[in-house]
């Protein structure tokens, strides 16, 4: 396998991270284009599971693909510490402010928030802690990935970039706290609300960035010849 990128994410990439966090890891691969061209099933995505290490590898057109459509999770991976890196990787880094688009951020971005705030309303245990006199549920990580997803698509759409290390945010303690379950259900939708709010005034203010896709087929086409 021809690994072009490692990077580190999770909660150790946003420094969120306790002794017990796992270490998640994804890579981008690049099938040889001799392969590519066969009349065979081409790997797409790969996954290792082996105790704290959860690691995820997309093919590299795959991961394009992904990425054009303002997946977050992948958005991500361009800015996210990298592990590895060959001078494929760069190049592929390098494209992030060619990938994405208003429209796509602002979509895929709430649709990602929504699908997380779904998930702690309806899918934890709604058991009454004694900590702080707040619920303490198995969901903390759904509230705090519900608010750090829309903090950064407002800080997408307003700066052409985003913060992997969430902590060192405005809203970092914040995160923290969701993350660590201090934190009432009320609480996470009122603060939620108003960044979903902000979301949608960013892409108000700033909806016409599109993709390039002439620049991201260029990359793809000099990587094929390159990887026969």
């Not at 999770?73 to 760069?90: N, Q, R």
């Not at 705030?117 to 058991?127: A, S, V």
């Not at 698509?153 to 290390?165: A, D, H, K, P, Y």
Request: aromatic share 10%; proline share 3%; charged share 30%.
């Amino acid at each position: 396998m021809n690994k072009i990128m490692t990077v580190l994410v999770g909660s150790k990439a946003h420094g969120l991270d306790n002794p017990y966090s796992d270490e998640d890891k994804r890579f981008v691969f690049v099938e040889p284009t001799s392969e590519v061209l066969k009349l065979r099933d081409v790997k797409e995505e790969i996954r290792y599971l082996d105790g704290n290490i959860d690691d995820v590898g997309h093919e590299v057109k795959r991961f394009l693909q992904l990425a054009m459509s303002c997946n977050p999770s992948i958005l991500e991976c361009f800015l996210a510490p990298t592990l590895e890196v060959t001078e494929e990787g760069e190049k592929l880094r390098a494209l992030f402010p060619y990938v994405w688009n208003s429209k796509g951020v602002k979509n895929a971005f709430l649709g990602y928030a929504m699908s997380q705030r779904k998930k702690m309303l309806h899918e934890g245990d709604t058991t009454n802690g004694s900590q702080g006199g707040m619920f303490k549920h198995r969901q903390d990580k759904n509230a705090a990935a519900y608010l750090r997803t829309l903090y950064n698509g407002w800080e997408l759409l307003t700066t052409g970039t985003f913060s992997v290390r969430i902590v060192d945010t405005p809203i970092g303690k914040t995160v923290w706290n969701y993350k660590n379950g201090f934190f009432s259900y009320q609480e996470v939708m009122d603060t939620c609300l108003e960044w979903e709010d902000k979301l949608k005034g960013a892409y108000e203010s700033n909806p016409d960035k599109q993709s390039n896709i002439e620049k991201v087929n260029e990359f793809l086409l000099d990587l094929r010849k390159n990887n026969w």
